[in-house]
C-alpha cells in the first residue's frame, strides 16, 4: 500500500526510517521513544531494539540453516540448500585463498560468517517496505526497521569488531616495538620523517572501519529511501517501479556484502605481514 495517501509524506517518510528505540529520556525515565527527538534526547544510554532482534534472529537463521544442511549432506545428488551451501563455501574459500596469504584458520570462518550474515540482513529489505511495520502496527509498535544495516550502529559494530582483530593480529604478529616501527618507517625509511609517516599511517589506519561502516550503511541506506519514496507513489506507479529496483537491488546487497568481506579479509591479511 501506499501509506502517503494516509499521512503526509513527509510524516510517512519520518516514521518508517525511525528506528525502534528504547533507552533512558531525561524525562521519562527508561521508555521507548515516540518520535526521532525523544529519541536523540536518550543519547548514549539507547538501543535500537529493532535492529539488535533482526541481526540477531539473521545470525541464528544463518546458523541454523548451515548446521542442518551440513547434518543433513548427502554424497549422492544434492538438493537445493546443499547445492547453495556448498557453492557458498567455495566462493568464499576460493575468496580468502586469493586474497588471505597467511596461515590463520579464523580467517575463513570469519569470511563465511561475514558475507552470510550480511546478505541476510541485507536481504530484508526485498521485503515491501510496508508490510513489517503495518504488522507490528497491529501489534501496538508505532516504529519497525526491519533492514539492520540501514543502521549505522549495525553497520559501525560489525567494523568496529574487524578492527579490533586487525590491532589485535598486528600487536601479536609484529609485536609492538614492530608495530610501531611500521607505522613510523612506512612508506618513507628515514628518522627525519616519522611524524609525517605516522600521520599518513595512523589516518589509513583509522579509516579502515569508517569506510567498512559507511560503505554498506551508505548503500543500504540510500536503497532504503528510495523504496519508500516509491511506496508514496500512486499504485500503478508503485508496481512500475518497484519490481525492476527490487530486482536490481538483489545484485546490490549481494555486492555490499561481498565487498564488506573482501575488505575485512583485506585488511587483515595487511595486519599479519611483516613489512
Known sequence: MAAGNVVAPADYIQHHLQNLTFGLHPDNGWSFAQNAAEASDMGFWAIHVDTMGWSIAMGFLFIWLFRKVGNAATTGVPGMMQNIVEITFEFIEGLTRSTFRNENPIIGPLALTLFVWILMMNTLKIIPVDYFPGVFAS???????????????????????????????????????????????????????????????????LVQPFSLAMRLFGNMFAGEVIFILIALLPFWAIWLLDVPWAIFHILIVTLQAFIFTVLSVVYLNAAHERH
Open 139 to 205: 501489534l501496538g509498535v508505532d516504529q519497525m526497521k526491519i533492514v539492520p544495516t540501514t543502521d549505522l550502529n549495525a553497520t559501525f559494530g560489525m567494523a568496529l569488531g574487524v578492527f579490533l582483530l586487525v590491532l589485535y593480529y598486528n600487536f601479536k604478529i609484529k609485536g609492538v616495538a614492530g608495530f610501531a616501527r611500521e607505522l613510523s618507517l612506512k612508506p618513507f625509511n628515514h628518522w627525519a620523517l616519522i611524524p609525517f609517516n605516522l600521520l599518513l599511517e595512523v589516518v589509513a589506519l
